[in-house]
């Protein structure tokens, strides 16, 4: 099941730029939480700031709380063991291009230690149900790579792969952006679906997307979150004059 | 800035004006004519009809287009909204105009009757709502809406007085009671075009404020509730 995220007073930076201001933010578990915002307002750095991928940046640093579950990320936990918590989807599907369908999906399950082939392929195919595959692939599990499939079934496949490690939390930085509609349409359906067991964190240039697919929308600007409330509220009548202004197109 | 998008709000905010212009001048034509038991203002009043139900669907296009092509969100999203069924709201008052033309070209076959009851000032009350609830569109501001709504219940009354006076007047002068009729049919025309500025200025607070008023539901502000939404509300936001 997913779990709830607690951010407190969360900055980041890189080297000296300030890229991240006194983030307070609850994200509620079981649900899609859209973060939306012009390029450069900080929404990536602050999905990289909830599984520790910002600190892998050279010279990048942060201070402040993120809490998932009751795990404190940045206090007493690895990275690795908060990533086996946290599995994340990213903008362009990046799938082990030389590895078979079924070794994309067990890849994470292998890394920690799973041997067992009956229990590895029992994993490998609720995952790849939940992530709406795996009647496309069920026939050639071991037989193509996972380059082989399109651009809407690698990002499934990545999904799955993110699944396979059961993480209470799912990131998606833009997952569709390289996407066409038809398979935007699957992701979306299948991120609706996700939500029931996992916490959806979804980082979308898209509005309309933000809208379908998300309970809770945050809206960031310069490093800043703006305004953070329910989606249907951001996107009807939104509190704050900067967010009607970016989502209604009259910025710059 | 979408320049393509604010294009067309500003051709639809246009469009709605003119219609307004239309259906305004209609009501006021309309009122002259029972005033004077002038033929040639209800023969304007019935041709002007036809116009109108043209703006009307020129908008409603303009607005479904608006709303398939650019996909509008926020204030954008509630003014597409808003001028939709202001557009109805007014091709109704065009409607009513209509009626009392009609009843106006009955009553003037007949001898004319000193009725006790004031329909001059009950047009000159139903005409300056339709107006405010125009200039409020126009102005953008609630506060010259909610006015609107307050006059409603001024012109409710004038109906109320004006169904006691005319049936006493059927009673007492059964010879007057086609022309009466007519009056109280008026005088109903009157209220409903009341009406409808009363939703026009509804759907204006709705625009510019995000909240719906309609039925006597005052909300402050636009930051109502839906009743299916959670009490956990998330915590919000940047320190300033």
């Not at chain 2, 022309?179 to 209220?191: C, F, I, S, W």
Request: charged share 25%; proline share 3%.
């Amino acid at each position: 099941m997913g779990v709830g995220i607690q951010v407190e007073h969360l900055n980041a930076w890189y080297g000296k730029s300030h890229a991240l201001h006194d983030i307070n933010l609850k994200i509620e578990a079981n649900h899609a939480t859209a973060l939306i915002g012009p390029s450069g307002c900080g929404k990536s750095t602050f999905i990289r700031c909830l599984n520790r991928m910002h600190e892998t940046t050279p010279e990048a640093r942060v201070e402040g709380t993120v809490k998932i579950g009751e795990l404190d990320a940045y206090d007493g936990t690895s990275p690795t063991q908060l990533r086996r918590r946290i599995g994340m989807v990213f903008q362009k599907p990046n799938p082990f291009p030389a590895m078979s369908i079924f070794d994309n999906v067990a890849a994470g399950l292998k890394l920690n230690g799973y041997r067992d082939r009956k229990h590895l392929a029992e994993i490998v195919e609720r995952s790849l149900q939940s992530s709406a595959l795996w009647d496309e692939v069920k026939d050639v599990l071991h037989k193509k790579s996972g380059a082989s499939l399109s651009g809407g079934q690698q990002q499934r496949l990545c999904i799955a792969r993110a699944l396979a490690v059961e993480p209470e939390v799912l990131l998606m930085d833009e997952p569709c952006s390289a996407l066409d509609p038809i398979s935007t349409g699957k992701i979306e359906e299948l991120i609706f679906q996700l939500k029931e067991q996992y916490t959806i964190v979804i980082v979308t240039h898209n509005m309309q997307q933000a809208a379908r697919v998300a309970e809770y929308t945050g809206f960031f600007l310069l490093g800043k979150l703006v305004e953070y409330d329910r989606t249907e509220k951001i996107f009807t009548n939104p509190s704050d004059k900067r967010t009607e202004d970016y989502i209604t197109g009259r910025f710059g | 800035m979408r320049t393509r998008f604010q294009q067309g709000l500003d051709e639809l905010r246009q469009k709605l004006l003119r219609m307004g212009g239309l259906a305004e001048q209609a009501v006021e034509r309309a009122c002259q004519a029972y005033q004077e038991r002038d033929l040639t203002r209800c023969q304007m009043v019935l041709e002007g009809e036809s116009q109108i139900n043209r703006c009307e669907r020129e908008i409603d296009e303009l607005a479904f287009d608006l709303l398939a092509m650019q996909q509008p969100m926020a204030v954008d999203l509630r003014f597409i909204l808003a001028v939709t069924k202001i557009n109805a709201d007014l091709e109704r008052v065009g409607d009513q105009a209509v009626n009392i033309a009609e009843r106006v070209m009955d009553m003037v076959g007949l001898p004319a009757a000193d009725l006790p009851v004031d329909i001059a000032r009950m047009s000159a009350a139903v005409s300056a709502m339709v107006r405010r609830a125009l200039e409020s569109f126009i102005e953008g501001k609630a506060e010259l809406a909610q006015a609107v709504l307050e006059m409603d219940n001024v012109v409710d009354r004038m109906r109320d007085e004006a169904f006691i006076t005319l049936v006493k007047t059927m009673n007492d002068h059964p010879e007057l009671t086609r022309q009466a009729l007519d009056a109280l049919l008026v005088a109903r025309n009157l209220e409903r075009v009341a009406d409808h500025a009363t939703n026009i200025s509804e759907d204006v607070i709705f625009w510019v404020r995000g909240a719906d008023v309609r039925h006597n539901v005052a909300l402050e502000g636009g930051d109502q509730q839906s009743p299916q939404q959670p009490t956990a509300q998330p915590a919000v936001t940047e320190s300033h």
